[in-house]
């Protein structure tokens, strides 16, 4: 009952859950795919971008095989509660979408290139669900890190909503907005479906390309 009426609705800060000044939980220190460290500080010239397409497990798979990549981890982003649970998260009660946080090299990829699989991996259109995962954790989100990165998420939103429509499909309900605290999950959803190869996965796309050199710009730093 506490999901079903939170499900279809944030929550106000005031009726967030109060959550913990720590986790309750250490992150462990290396990918299980990649070999690299999960927790920053990360080294010099890399950068981070942050998306929420959906149940995690499936969403970090799709970055983690993306070229370019350096690593990847899931955890909690755009709500109220600070270092939640899972199963807070699931409550509807903290207003946090789960999310990827991809570490990549500018030098090997691109940010356009990571929002194009971002829009290719899952229907941005659904509002608080992607197919059968309901609830405001599966929101469609993008969470930038500068002004630049900004303005290539929105761009290329604009972008791929013009193929969308043209398609049959609704509007884009993604929320593009400055990243706030990141929350990583716990270690049992850290590659979950390398840990579990037969694991659920719910991550799927409308199979509408999005256009590439949506922003006219390689880089969000250019």
């Not at 405001?136 to 890190?145: F, G, K, L, N, V």
Request: glycine share 12%.
């Amino acid at each position: 009952m506490l999901f079903s009426r939170h499900e279809t609705r944030l929550p106000s800060p005031e009726e967030a859950l109060k959550g913990r000044p720590e986790p309750e939980f250490t992150l462990p220190e290396r990918h299980t795919v990649l070999g690299t460290p999960l927790a920053a500080p990360y080294p010099e010239g890399l950068e981070v971008a942050d998306f929420g397409l959906g149940c995690f497990w499936g969403a970090e798979r799709k970055f983690w095989q993306a070229p370019g990549v350096w690593t990847t981890l899931v955890g909690y982003q755009g709500g109220h509660t600070p270092n939640p649970a899972y199963e807070e998260v699931c409550s509807g009660l903290t207003g946090h979408t789960e999310a990827v946080r991809v570490v990549f090299d500018p030098a090997l990829t691109s940010y356009e290139a990571l929002l194009k699989l971002f829009w290719e991996s899952h229907d941005p259109t659904q509002g608080f669900r992607q197919g059968n995962d309901r609830g405001t954790q599966y929101r469609s989100a993008i969470h930038t890190h500068s002004p630049a990165q900004q303005a290539v998420a929105e761009a290329s939103r604009d972008a791929y909503q013009a193929v969308l429509r043209g398609s049959g499909y609704g509007p884009i309900t993604t929320e593009i907005l400055p990243a706030g605290p990141f929350y990583p999950a716990e270690p049992a959803h850290q590659q979950y479906l390398d840990k579990n190869p037969a694991g659920y996965c719910g991550i799927g796309g409308t199979g509408v390309s999005c256009p590439v050199g949506i922003a006219g710009a390689s880089s969000p730093d250019a």
